[in-house]
């Protein structure tokens, strides 16, 4: 019986717990819904519900709605500005190891940002020192969710091929972040927080102060080597 019981949990099967709530830390229905929303006390992630600000380019782009590629570059650009922001000011509390933005248009998810730290202590410090913030005008809701894999959490159809449900399914649609932005601010994170990798802060200034000095000399020799050629 409890192997039956731990084989279902959080799947449709399971009548007691509710499986959204489970896998995306939301449900449509809140808090009427008739299953249990096991909300966890402690947590590596966290759910800032409705954080992102959509622009009308956003919504046009997550309905499917006709769009040229300027409108994809003026969504696309205020959505890469708003996660290298964001991602930094929340790497004050902790090493993060992931970030991302849903691009779902149901009330209980648009908007939606989840944060994963590395360590649960780190999103206790950001739990309490967001509590009280706002962004963009609004108060930040900040809360521990179950959700610790994003793979797991996200719509594969939307993300291997196309989601027919479309920005109202109930799984995540996780806007896309390109490679060299997430690189760039995890660089960013441990210069700023060289801490997270052991070393002490003078240790981090040194090591930029060398990477920029390494920096200068490419730059003078592919300088005297076009002078050159």
Known sequence: MA???AR???TEEDRVNCPFYFKIGACRNGDQCNRLHNRPTMSQ???????YPNTPESLALANDEPWDDDMYDRAQQHL???????????????EIEDLVVVDN??????????????????AERALMKLTGRFYSGKLIQAEYTTV?????????????TRCNRGAYCNF?????????????????????????LGQTKKEGKEKRKDKDKDKDKDRRKDRDDGERG
Do not use: W
């Open 105 to 122: 248009l149901c009330d209980h998810m648009i908007g939606n940002v989840y944060v994963k730290y590395y360590h649960e202590e780190d």
């Open 8 to 10: 279902i949990f959080g």
């Open 172 to 196: 995540m649609h996780i806007k896309h972040i390109p490679r060299a932005i997430k690189r760039r601010v995890v660089r960013e994170m441990y210069d700023d927080h060289p801490e997270y």
């Open 45 to 51: 992630t966290l759910l800032l519900s409705h954080m």
């Open 148 to 160: 610790s894999d994003f793979r797991e959490a996200r719509c594969r159809a939307f993300h291997e």
């Open 80 to 94: 890469e500005a708003f996660y290298v922001e964001v991602f930094l000011e929340l790497a004050n509390y902790g």
């Open 3 to 5: 192997e039956q019981l």
